[in-house]
């Protein structure tokens, strides 16, 4: 039990985890490569290949992982399994010679690894804060990602092994007060309650919006520039698969049901701004003048092929075009009709908000928690918008992509 206990704690390395897990599965492939002499070229490539490919998922993983609202055991597959499909279209691309084989036994070895050591390593990804009891403690404790320990008075700063957490809104006592500010010259992170909740559940508290949070959502306009460049790059180079898709889902609809195949709408854009946007119709034909209303509420519209396009979000396709106009992005918030955002900013507060960026094909709010078709359930959606917004870079829109595929794969939210 004691040799187990140090194995676990050496594995809570980062440095020595990853050296061990290429060291592993290296060793592994080469037992099972069947040469026990000199490798042939085809089998060194790929080991080298696998070791490069074992690296990036180990880099990647912590990033798009590291929102308290998300179990990084959930993301390994799709990590490993994108990344090892890429560097194959390199290979394919590139015709370096490789052992398919032994690039699948390193997939499948890698996988594992990170899978069984994400589950010994659990405990020692946990956040662990320790709280002046100024706030209910227990409903940051019923998160599974962050273990919150509440201090005794009279406060010692050599308590503190992790972060401080604190409702730096409500009072504070003297001795409270001077606690926190030893601990921000100790190099110690202090963070305000409300800031965790915002982490753990993935959304802002629009309620309490406050002036400096309304300024935090100002999206980085270099980001801003970098993500039109990529998210066009992925959506020209995924043509050859989507095209195709699109081009049958067309003639299904024409064959089952008259009328056009796109469904054409207005909807509001970034800034307020109106732009058309393109589906796939997944319902027969509306009449002329007919009321705005939730998806919901047209169910009995829907026909058997938009069934199935609206659950697999083949009917989103076409929006492709609207990113590479530059009406919509890949990832932001869903763009609503004119006439639902009109009585939402009247309804909601700060709901305006949400146009600041461009809006999404998939977003934050789908992902997370699904389809909206009350004002309620709205005003929910909103608050997972504006965290969106607040949080937006890189690694998030990436941890989105994955939750889509997620979503793509069992029908999530679908309406």
Same mark, same amino acid.
């Given at each position: 039990?004691?040799?187990?206990?140090?194995?676990?704690?050496?594995?809570?390395?980062?440095?020595?985890?990853?050296?061990?897990?290429?060291?592993?599965?290296?060793?592994?492939?080469?037992?099972?490569?069947?040469?026990?002499?000199?490798?042939?070229?085809?089998?060194?490539?790929?080991?080298?290949?696998?070791?490069?490919?074992?690296?990036?998922?180990?880099?990647?993983?912590?990033?798009?992982?590291?929102?308290?609202?998300?179990?990084?055991?959930?993301?390994?597959?799709?990590?490993?399994?994108?990344?090892? =499909?890429?560097?194959? $279209?390199?290979?394919?691309?590139?015709? !370096?010679?490789?052992?398919?084989? /032994? &690039?699948?036994?390193? %997939? *499948?070895?890698?996988?594992?690894?990170?899978?069984?050591?994400?589950?010994?390593?659990?405990?020692?990804?946990?956040?662990?804060?320790?709280?002046?009891?100024?706030?209910?403690?227990?409903?940051?404790?019923?998160?599974?990602?962050?273990?919150?320990?509440?201090?005794?008075?009279?406060?010692?700063?050599?308590?503190?092994?992790?972060?401080?957490?604190?409702?730096?809104?409500?009072?504070?006592?003297?001795?409270?007060?001077?606690?926190?500010?030893?601990?921000?010259?100790?190099?110690?992170?202090?963070?305000?309650?409300?800031?965790?909740?915002?982490?753990?559940?993935?959304?802002?508290?629009?309620?309490?919006?406050?002036?400096?949070?309304?300024?935090?959502?100002?999206?980085?306009?270099?980001?801003? =520039?970098?993500?039109? $460049?990529?998210?066009?790059?992925?959506? !020209?180079?995924?043509?050859?698969? /989507? &095209?195709?898709?699109? %081009? *049958?889902?067309?003639?299904?609809?024409?064959?089952?049901?008259?009328?056009?195949?796109?469904?054409?709408?207005?909807?509001?854009?970034?800034?307020?701004?109106?732009?058309?946007?393109?589906?796939?119709?997944?319902?027969?034909?509306?009449?002329?003048?007919?009321?705005?209303?939730?998806?919901?509420?047209?169910?009995?519209?829907?026909?058997?092929?938009?069934?199935?396009?609206?659950?697999?979000?083949?009917?989103?396709?076409?929006?492709?075009?609207?990113?590479?106009?530059?009406?919509?992005?890949?990832?932001?918030?869903?763009?609503?009709?004119?006439?639902?955002?009109?009585?939402?900013?009247?309804?909601?507060?700060?709901?305006?908000?949400?146009?600041?960026?461009?809006?999404?094909?998939?977003?934050?709010?789908?992902?997370?928690?699904?389809?909206?078709?009350?004002?309620?359930?709205?005003?929910?959606?909103?608050?997972?918008?504006?965290?969106?917004?607040?949080?937006?870079?890189?690694?998030?829109?990436?941890?989105?992509?994955?939750?889509?595929?997620?979503?793509?794969?069992?029908?999530?939210?679908?309406?």
């Amino acid at each position: 039990m004691y040799l187990v206990k140090e194995f676990k704690i050496l594995l809570n390395n980062s440095y020595f985890c990853h050296a061990l897990g290429v060291f592993i599965v290296t060793l592994t492939l080469y037992f099972c490569s069947g040469y026990t002499h000199r490798l042939p070229t085809t089998v060194i490539n790929t080991l080298w290949l696998t070791i490069g490919c074992y690296l990036l998922v180990a880099a990647i993983l912590p990033k798009i992982t590291a929102y308290l609202l998300v179990e990084r055991k959930y993301y390994i597959l799709p990590v490993v399994v994108s990344i090892f =499909t890429l560097t194959m $279209i390199i290979v394919f691309m590139t015709r !370096i010679e490789y052992s398919r084989s /032994t &690039l699948l036994h390193g %997939a *499948i070895l890698c996988f594992v690894w990170f899978y069984v050591t994400s589950l010994l390593r659990q405990e020692s990804q946990r956040l662990i804060l320790f709280a002046i009891p100024n706030f209910d403690i227990s409903s940051l404790n019923q998160k599974g990602r962050v273990r919150v320990i509440e201090l005794k008075a009279p406060y010692d700063i050599a308590n503190i092994k992790g972060g401080l957490v604190v409702d730096l809104h409500r009072n504070l006592s003297p001795e409270a007060e001077k606690f926190i500010a030893d601990c921000s010259l100790n190099n110690i992170a202090v963070f305000h309650a409300e800031s965790i909740r915002e982490m753990l559940e993935g959304k802002v508290q629009t309620k309490h919006l406050m002036e400096n949070a309304i300024g935090s959502l100002q999206p980085n306009p270099l980001y801003m =520039t970098f993500k039109r $460049i990529w998210e066009s790059l992925i959506i !020209i180079t995924t043509f050859p698969t /989507t &095209l195709p898709i699109m %081009a *049958i889902t067309a003639i299904l609809i024409k064959l089952e049901n008259p009328g056009p195949a796109m469904f054409i709408q207005e909807r509001v854009g970034q800034g307020g701004k109106l732009f058309r946007i393109y589906k796939f119709r997944s319902m027969t034909t509306k009449e002329a003048g007919a009321e705005d209303k939730f998806a919901t509420a047209e169910q009995a519209r829907v026909t058997k092929v938009g069934k199935f396009i609206r659950k697999f979000r083949i009917d989103e396709l076409p929006q492709f075009f609207n990113v590479l106009k530059g009406d919509m992005a890949l990832i932001g918030p869903r763009p609503e009709q004119d006439s639902f955002v009109k009585q939402f900013e009247q309804q909601i507060p700060f709901y305006g908000y949400r146009h600041m960026v461009k809006p999404g094909i998939t977003g934050w709010a789908q992902v997370v928690q699904g389809y909206a078709d009350d004002t309620e359930s709205t005003s929910e959606k909103l608050a997972h918008d504006l965290y969106y917004i607040k949080n937006l870079s890189f690694w998030l829109d990436i941890n989105i992509v994955f939750k889509t595929i997620r979503t793509m794969l069992t029908g999530f939210g679908a309406k």
